[in-house]
């Protein structure tokens, strides 16, 4: 067996076994966590679209088609 052939089996062999571990390793069970957040009912809604959209003569201002 020669040199060449030699260190590409042991360069395969450790790419399976690192690729093995991390297969192990995404077998393990994840750590469970509660994080309890409070909040306000307010928070819950939903804006206007009066609120997120610019006025009308604002977009012709943004796009150039002031007159």
């Known amino acids: 067996m ?3 052939r030699r260190v590409r089996l ?3 062999l450790l ?3 690192i690729s093995l571990a991390f297969l192990l390793w995404g077998f393990l069970p ?3 966590e ?3 957040r409070r909040f306000d009912p307010g928070e819950l809604q939903i804006p206007t ?3 997120v959209l ?3 003569a604002a977009w ?3 796009l150039g088609l002031t007159s």
């Open 49 to 51: 679209p009066a609120a």
């Open 10 to 12: 042991l360069l395969a």
């Open 34 to 36: 509660r994080r309890i």
């Open 15 to 17: 790419i399976f076994l």
């Open 2 to 4: 020669n040199v060449g």
């Open 60 to 62: 012709s201002a943004v």
């Open 30 to 32: 994840s750590v469970r």
């Open 54 to 56: 610019p006025e009308p």
